[in-house]
């Protein structure tokens, strides 16, 4: 691996930095406290192309993946956490459509998300099972040609937002083999008895929406099978696979961000008449800190790489996930810690910066898995 970006990595890079600049301040606290998803970055994050580079497009004459990705989210969550994740957040389950869809199913599907026409949400979660993802008891029986989904998601991003879900559903309960009962289906919002409602009060990503989704007598059409029937736990554990590479990024822009906004205030900052900066013991804290970071990101980068080349990548992103999520809450920890009494009200970034760090260590897999996951591929 070339620890040295290319030059159109280097471009996207200045790019997505300068958007999440001049796009996010004022916004950020604004949506924060509103609780509120801004549909006008969105958009302007879609024009800029910013919006899930690594699904394929025909405009995307870079060969841009998954690497290009986290880049673009680490810059923007440097920025804000929260709008940082507009450009994979509103794609969430795109990966399922990509790794397994039919051809119908990425055009009508897939191919709207990043031109801004279609946001897409996981149902995989549910009020009694989070990583235990075989523990769901959402159902999907086949009447005729169609099925019938009956069950409740939770905390699910985009819940009142997407266009349509990625879902995961029982379709097979006799089935010996736990993991063979499960399979996925696409299913449109719009669609009778799909009922989203909006989770509000969480302590942080509060511009992210997140729902509660009950779904009553939903019928589906059989084409809207994703992938081969009892193949959907196998799928969706193809997009965690995937989609940690991203939230690492997050984790890891979040831990630098918190870094940048200590070291302008201990820089600004008198005390005992002099700055901050220039007391030893915060030096060997800022300096812990920078050593998270750049551990952080050769973790992630190097997990989103391999990714991109189609090489076994599982336990990579699932150590930068972990690696990075933890990275995050210890950073903002201390940068608060840094701010004094200031950074505990919510005129300060950090404050923001750090109710968002906690949950990169839970969703998309709390660290436990990850560290189940590394363990197994030591032990296999």
């Not at 302590?203 to 589906?220: K, P, Q, W, Y």
């Not at 090489?311 to 690696?323: G, Q, R, T």
């Not at 436990?368 to 590394?374: D, L, M, N, S, T």
Request: glycine content about 10%.
């Amino acid at each position: 691996m070339d620890f040295v970006l290319n030059e159109v990595q280097k471009g996207i890079k200045r790019v997505a930095r300068e958007f999440a600049l001049r796009e996010f301040p004022g916004r950020a606290r604004e949506c924060d406290m509103n609780e509120e998803f801004p549909q006008d970055i969105w958009k302007k994050e879609c024009d800029q192309g910013f919006v899930a580079v690594y699904i394929p497009q025909e405009s995307n004459g870079a060969g841009l993946g998954y690497l290009e990705q986290c880049i673009i989210v680490q810059e923007q969550s440097r920025v804000d956490p929260g709008l940082g994740m507009i450009p994979i957040g509103v794609a969430l389950g795109a990966e399922v459509v990509m790794c397994f869809g039919n051809d119908e199913q990425k055009e009508k599907y897939l191919s709207k998300i990043p031109i801004g026409e279609n946001i897409c949400a996981l149902a995989v979660t549910e009020p009694g099972a989070g990583s235990d993802v075989t523990g769901i008891e959402t159902t999907a029986e086949k009447d005729g040609d169609e099925y019938v989904l009956n069950g409740t998601k939770m905390f699910i991003t985009n819940g009142t937002i997407a266009d349509w879900a990625i879902v995961l559903a029982i379709t097979d309960p006799d089935e010996k083999k736990i993991h063979r009962r499960f399979s996925t289906f696409i299913v449109e919002a719009r669609s009778e008895g799909f009922d989203a409602r909006k989770i509000v009060g969480k302590m942080g990503l509060r511009a992210s929406d997140t729902a509660e989704i009950v779904l009553t007598d939903v019928r589906v059409p059989e084409e809207n099978l994703v992938g081969d029937r009892k193949k959907g736990f196998y799928n969706i554990m193809e997009f965690f696979d995937r989609s940690r590479s991203y939230i690492g990024a997050q984790a890891l822009g979040t831990a630098q961000g918190a870094l940048d906004l200590a070291i302008d205030y201990t820089r600004d900052r008198k005390t005992f008449g002099q700055p901050l900066a220039k007391h030893q013991g915060l030096q060997f804290e800022l300096a812990e800190m920078k050593l998270r970071v750049e551990a952080a990101r050769n973790l992630v980068y190097k997990g989103a790489w391999k990714l991109d080349r189609g090489m076994d990548s599982i336990m990579d992103v699932a150590l930068a996930k972990w690696f990075a999520g933890e990275a995050a809450v210890k950073n903002c920890d201390q940068s608060l810690q840094m701010h004094g009494g200031y950074g505990y009200i919510n005129d300060m970034d950090i404050e923001r910066f750090y109710r968002a760090a906690k949950v990169m260590e839970i969703y998309e897999g709390a660290k436990h898995i990850e560290k189940i996951i590394v363990a197994r591929r030591l032990l296999d």
